[in-house]
């Protein structure tokens, strides 16, 4: 149990890096916040899942999901 235990932390403190680095590649939200611009539909707006904007934001929660399992996997007491 001990071997599985450090294993889990090891990918925790992984996560937890990985998670910080992708969140602080993103961009801001409040670029498109004008009164004109904020309510324009775009080509881009459209088809944010397909960029690299997208693709960051769905690796963020796919690693906030492990962030959580692993947090509270290694939270029991085995």
């Known amino acids: 149990m001990v071997i599985l235990r450090t294993i889990l ?21 409040q670029q498109g916040l004008g009164a004109i611009t ?10 944010k899942g397909r960029s690299a904007e997208g693709t960051l934001i769905k690796m963020t929660k796919l690693m906030a999901f492990v962030f959580i399992v692993l947090s509270i996997v290694l939270n029991l007491n085995f």
């Open 38 to 47: 904020g309510m324009a539909d775009t080509y881009w707006s459209k088809n």
């Open 9 to 29: 932390t090891i990918l925790y403190v992984i996560d937890c890096i990985a998670l910080l680095v992708v969140v602080l590649m993103q961009e801001g939200k």
